[in-house]
C-alpha cells in the first residue's frame, strides 16, 4: 500500500511539472546560448578573448546548468561560466569554470611569501568538517577536504593566484576537483573556479593555463590602476584569499553553495524538481546520466 501511495504521488508530482522540466539532455543544452570569440563580462569589468576550444554562458544560462543540469542548489549570482566546446557539460568528461567577482577592495598581496600552505590546508580543514552538521540538515552529504591537488602559487608578475583542491562527498566513489584562480585587480578580485573531477586534473592543469591567458580587467580595473588615495583597501590578503576569507561574508549558505558546486550532479531534470524528501524516503539520491536522450 505504502509502495502504491508513494508511486502515484511520484507520478502526480511529475505530470504536475511544466514540459521544460522533462527535458532529454540534448533538449535542454538546445535551450542554452553559447556564445564565443570576446566576451564582455556583466559590469564592463573584465573581457575573455575565447579560442576556438572555448565557449561562454551567461548568468542566467549558467544558473540553469548548475541547478537544472548538475543539480546544485540556487546561489549566488555569478558572472557567467566557460565551458569546453568539445565535449558536452553534462557527459562525465564535461567541466566549466564558473566567473564570480569580490568587490571587497584592492587586495595587498605582500603576505604571498610567508604563507605556511600546511598549516593554511589544516586550518581549512576543519572548516569544512565544522559545516557538516549544517550540511546534513539541508539534505546533502558530509563533505571532507582531502588535501591540495595542486599547493597554491602566486604570481607576482601577472597578479594571478592558482590553487587546487581534492574533495570527497558521503559515499562517492570518486574524488572531485575544485581548481581556483584568482585574478587580483583594482577594486577586487575575479573568481574563476574550474569544476570537475580529479581524474581530470592533468586536463584541467592545462586548459587552465589557457584560461588565464584570455582572461583580464578592462582598462582602469586593473591591478596597477590602484590609486592608494581614492580607492579601498580589502581587509584580507593572499592567504584569507586561499581559505576563503571573502566567501564568508556569504553568510553559511554561500558557502555551502561554493563548496558544492566541487561535485556537480548529473541529475534528471524534473525528478530534481520533485525535491530530496522523496529521495530520502526510497534510501537515496540516485544519479541519472543526461548525456543521452531517454
Not at 578573448?49 to 543540469?69: H, I, K, N, Q
Not at 549544517?134 to 546533502?140: C, D, F, H, S
Not at 558544492?260 to 546520466?289: C, E, M, N, P, T
Request: charged fraction near 25%; glycine fraction near 10%.
Amino acid at each position: 500500500m505504502f509502495i502504491r501511495t508513494l508511486f502515484s504521488t511520484l507520478l502526480c508530482l511529475l505530470l504536475a511539472l511544466p514540459a521544460a522540466a522533462q527535458q532529454t539532455a540534448e533538449q535542454f543544452l538546445a535551450t542554452l546560448k553559447f556564445q564565443d570569440g570576446r566576451i564582455t563580462l556583466p559590469g564592463s569589468i573584465a573581457t575573455l578573448d575565447l579560442p576556438a576550444g572555448f565557449r561562454y554562458l551567461d548568468p542566467d544560462d549558467s544558473t540553469r546548468l548548475l541547478t537544472d543540469g548538475w543539480g546544485n542548489p540556487p546561489g549566488p549570482k555569478t558572472l557567467g561560466m566557460i565551458v569546453p566546446a568539445a565535449v558536452s557539460p553534462l557527459s562525465a568528461e564535461g567541466w566549466g569554470v564558473v566567473i564570480t567577482y569580490e568587490k571587497d577592495g584592492h587586495v595587498n598581496d605582500s603576505d604571498a611569501n610567508d604563507i605556511k600552505y600546511d598549516e593554511l590546508l589544516k586550518s581549512m580543514q576543519d572548516s569544512v568538517a565544522a559545516d557538516n552538521d549544517e550540511r546534513k540538515k539541508q539534505g546533502y552529504a558530509p563533505m571532507t577536504l582531502v588535501g591540495w591537488a595542486e599547493t597554491p602559487r602566486y604570481d607576482k608578475a601577472s597578479h594571478k593566484l592558482y590553487w587546487a583542491k581534492e574533495l570527497h562527498t558521503g559515499d562517492d566513489k570518486h574524488n572531485a576537483l575544485n581548481y581556483n584562480i584568482r585574478v587580483l585587480g583594482r577594486e577586487g578580485v575575479l573568481v574563476l573556479n574550474a569544476v570537475a573531477g580529479m581524474d581530470q586534473i592533468s586536463r584541467i592543469r592545462s586548459e587552465m593555463k589557457t584560461v588565464t591567458a584570455f582572461t583580464d580587467f578592462t582598462p582602469g580595473h586593473r591591478y596597477t590602476d590602484f590609486d592608494s588615495k581614492t580607492d579601498k583597501v580589502a581587509e584580507y590578503g593572499i592567504a584569507a584569499l586561499i581559505a576563503g576569507g571573502a566567501a564568508a561574508k556569504l553568510g553559511l549558505f554561500g558557502k555551502l553553495f561554493a563548496l558544492l558546486l566541487a561535485f556537480k550532479k548529473v541529475i534528471l531534470l524534473g525528478v530534481a524538481a520533485v525535491g530530496g524528501w522523496l529521495w530520502k524516503l526510497v534510501g537515496g539520491r540516485k544519479k541519472v546520466d543526461l548525456s543521452k536522450p531517454k
